[in-house]
């Protein structure tokens, strides 16, 4: 069953290059903010079929509102941002800064979890953030608003997996997946009228490949953390490198520089430990790497995620 999770996982993070690779191409011509609002509105309903699967019963006012506020703020932010990184950066630098997404899972469990963290896993975090630098590599090369977007993505992204991981037991699936659904179609609702360019129908089916292929990578991926372990599942997102030299070289004619390939190793390598650590035992409590279902940068891949999700299986993982 491993080797049936771990090639899910793989033809998951190609699913979600795929979709990457024509979010870049909409982002010659599109707001992000216009991307985000239309594969949003194209997720709706997709997601809402997923919305009776919730076997809960209660209201839909939440246990933690703050939290989930603040969850659903990440998760209008972190789309964004990381489909405005896409557009004006290649393709392997992106998932190079992505990539330090697990790094900060770590070090955002420690304040949000009281997860303890132990000396290797905090070096491990440090070697991480070193090939962030190497990668950005601050004075060698003009830095844009690309790279900053790219970091709030990742940080964004840590910051909402580490929220599920609080309050998951305590909301309604439902909460989790209804609210920031609202709040990010009405904060884009309001953008829209600043930011819209007309959309012609390639542009539209382009929109729906967006919503809908983030949808079907998500559930492969619900679907290898429901039969294989964590541990072998998680460091597949990994390959989303190759696939971005391969996009990068034939669609878009970006080459990886050495500084790129070197830092996205570094930081590679760190996240390998981490989850290493994690899966081992060492001083992790609550393995909050482990158990980040999804790349949480699709506007409905992190809402099927938790509606998928099952805690029976994962939650020893």
Known sequence: MNLKATLLALLAF??????????KHLGANFSPFQIVFFSSLFSFPLITLMLVRDPTHGNLRPVHPWWVALRS?????????????????PLAQ????????????????IPVLGEKVGIWRMLAVLVGLLGVMIVVRPGATELNLGHLAAL?????????SVIVRKIGQDERRVVLMLYPLLISVAVMSVVMAFVY????????A??????VFGFIATLLMVSAYTIGEAALVAPMQYSQIIWAVIFGMLL???????????????????????IAREATGGTSEQTPVLRTRSRGLSPGSFRVSQALRRPERNESA
Do not use: K, R
């Not at 992106?94 to 469990?109: E, M």
């Open 152 to 160: 709030v993505a990742a940080g964004t992204a840590a910051l909402q």
């Open 14 to 23: 190609a699913i979600y290059s795929t979709h990457d690779v024509v979010v």
């Open 73 to 89: 703020l990440c998760v209008v932010i972190c789309p964004t941002a990381a489909f405005y990184a896409f557009s004006v950066l």
């Open 94 to 109: 992106v998932y190079a800064l992505l990539f330090s997404t697990p790094l900060l899972v770590t070090v955002l469990a």
């Open 252 to 274: 878009f004619d970006e080459t990886p520089d050495a500084p790129t390939l070197i830092g996205a190793a570094v930081i590679v390598a760190s996240g390998l430990f981490i």
């Open 206 to 211: 382009g929109f729906a490949i967006v919503a």
């Open 197 to 204: 360019e007309p959309v012609a129908a390639p542009d539209l």
